[in-house]
C-alpha cells in the first residue's frame, strides 16, 4: 500500500485530483489531501468534507516523510527537497504560462494532456524526457462519466429549463471581459439558459468587487444563475452547456477540445499598470497559443460576443473541423481513463526507480 499525498493549494484543482485520487483509493492505497492554510482554508475543508476526503492543513506536511507520492498542480520549490516521487500535471490548458514548464527540472514525473505540450517541453527539455508522460487531461474523466441523471439533478438544483439551450459565461478574474460586458446581458438571450460561474477569486479579493455587482444585475433575470463560491468544480457545466463564453480563461479549450463551440472575448478590464505597461499584459498570456485561438470565435467588443453567440445557437457545427483537429493536440485522448493512465505510469515509475519512467 502506498501513501498518496495530493497538495491543493487552491479550491480549483479538486477537479483535477479527484479522479486520480478515486482510482489510488480503488486499489487501496492511502489518500491524503494536503489543504493551504494561506487562503480560502474553510472553502476548502468544505470541499474536503463534501468528497470525504482524509486532509490535513499546511505545507509542513508535505515534508513530514511520511508520502510515498506526492501530486502537485502548480511550481512549488518544495518540491526540489522532498524524497517522495513528486508529480506535476497543470492546473489548466490554453493560455497558461511557459514559465510552468521549467518545473520539469524538479519533478520526478511531468504530465502532459496533449502532444502540443508533450513536444514543447521534450524539445526544450531534451535530457528531461524521460520525466514526460502524455496520458491526458484528468478533468475530463468526470465529463466523459457524466451520466443524464447527473445533468437532470443540476438542471433540476438550479431551475434551468431542459428544453433550453444553455449558455455558460466562464470568465477569470484577471484580465477579464466582466465589467465590458452589458448590465441587460441575459436580456440578449430570453430563450437560452445563461450560466455565470465566476473564478473563486471573484469572489474572494476586495479589488473584483464590480465583478460581483455586474453578476448581481444579472440575476435579475429569470434566465440566468450565477454560482456561488461553493461551486468550485466547473466540470458539470461543461457537460451540461451548449456554448461557452470566455476570455482568458484556459476553460475555454477545455470546452472547445469537447467539440463544442466558444466565444472568446478579446476585450478586457485592465489595472493602470496594465496600460503604462503593456509588456505586463503579454508576459501574462502565453503567446504560443495564438495558433489555437483558430478553434474560437474572438470577438473584440461585446457586439461581436452577441453576434457571434447567436451565430454558434443556430450553427454550432461551424469551427468543428478545427476543434476536432485540434482537440487533441491540446487534450489528448479524452476517454474517461486518464486516471487510470496515470496510476499505471506511477507504479510504473516505482517499479524501474526515480531515476528512469
Not at 64 to 78: E, M, T, V
Not at 190 to 215: A, S
Request: positive net charge.
Amino acid at each position: 500500500m502506498l501513501n498518496i499525498y495530493f497538495y491543493v493549494a487552491y479550491p480549483y484543482y479538486f477537479p483535477h485530483f479527484l479522479p486520480i485520487s478515486k482510482v489510488f483509493k480503488s486499489y487501496g492505497h492511502e489518500i491524503t489531501y494536503i489543504l493551504s492554510d494561506k487562503q480560502n482554508s474553510k472553502n476548502m475543508e468544505d470541499i474536503a468534507k463534501e468528497n470525504n476526503l482524509d486532509y490535513k492543513f499546511g505545507e509542513e506536511n508535505l515534508i513530514d516523510g511520511k508520502a510515498d507520492i506526492i501530486f502537485f498542480a502548480n511550481p512549488n520549490d518544495i518540491a526540489k527537497d522532498i524524497k517522495s516521487i513528486t508529480i506535476f500535471l497543470e492546473h489548466g490548458i490554453g493560455t497558461k504560462s511557459t514559465s510552468f514548464y521549467k518545473t520539469i527540472e524538479y519533478f520526478d514525473i511531468y504530465i502532459t494532456e496533449g502532444s502540443q505540450k508533450y513536444n514543447t517541453l521534450k524539445t526544450l527539455y531534451p535530457q528531461y524526457e524521460y520525466k514526460l508522460a502524455n496520458v491526458g487531461f484528468s478533468k475530463f474523466d468526470e465529463i466523459i462519466n457524466f451520466s443524464n441523471e447527473d445533468k437532470e439533478k443540476l438542471f433540476n438544483k438550479y431551475k434551468l429549463d431542459t428544453n433550453k439551450k444553455t449558455i455558460l459565461y466562464a470568465p477569470t478574474f484577471f484580465p477579464s471581459s466582466i465589467e465590458k460586458m452589458a448590465d441587460d446581458f441575459p436580456n440578449e438571450f430570453n430563450d437560452c439558459n445563461i450560466i455565470v460561474k465566476p473564478h473563486y477569486l471573484t469572489y474572494e479579493r476586495k479589488r473584483y468587487k464590480k465583478q460581483l455587482n455586474k453578476f448581481n444585475k444579472w440575476e435579475q433575470y429569470n434566465n440566468c444563475v450565477v454560482m456561488p463560491l461553493s461551486e468550485y468544480n466547473l466540470v458539470p457545466f461543461l457537460a451540461i452547456s451548449d456554448i461557452m463564453i470566455s476570455d482568458e480563461s484556459s476553460a475555454m479549450f477545455e470546452f472547445a477540445a469537447l467539440n463544442k463551440p466558444v466565444v472568446s472575448n478579446r476585450y478586457f478590464k485592465l489595472r493602470w499598470s496594465y496600460y503604462l505597461m503593456p509588456w505586463k499584459l503579454t508576459k501574462r498570456i502565453d503567446k504560443s497559443k495564438e495558433f489555437y485561438r483558430t478553434i474560437l470565435d474572438n470577438a473584440n467588443n461585446y457586439e461581436e460576443t452577441i453576434n457571434y453567440t447567436k451565430e454558434a445557437l443556430s450553427n454550432p457545427r461551424k469551427l468543428e473541423d478545427k476543434r476536432l483537429k485540434f482537440s487533441k493536440d491540446l487534450c489528448g485522448d479524452i476517454d474517461g481513463k486518464v486516471s487510470n493512465r496515470i496510476y499505471n505510469v506511477v507504479l510504473n515509475k516505482i517499479k524501474s526507480g526515480k531515476n528512469e519512467l
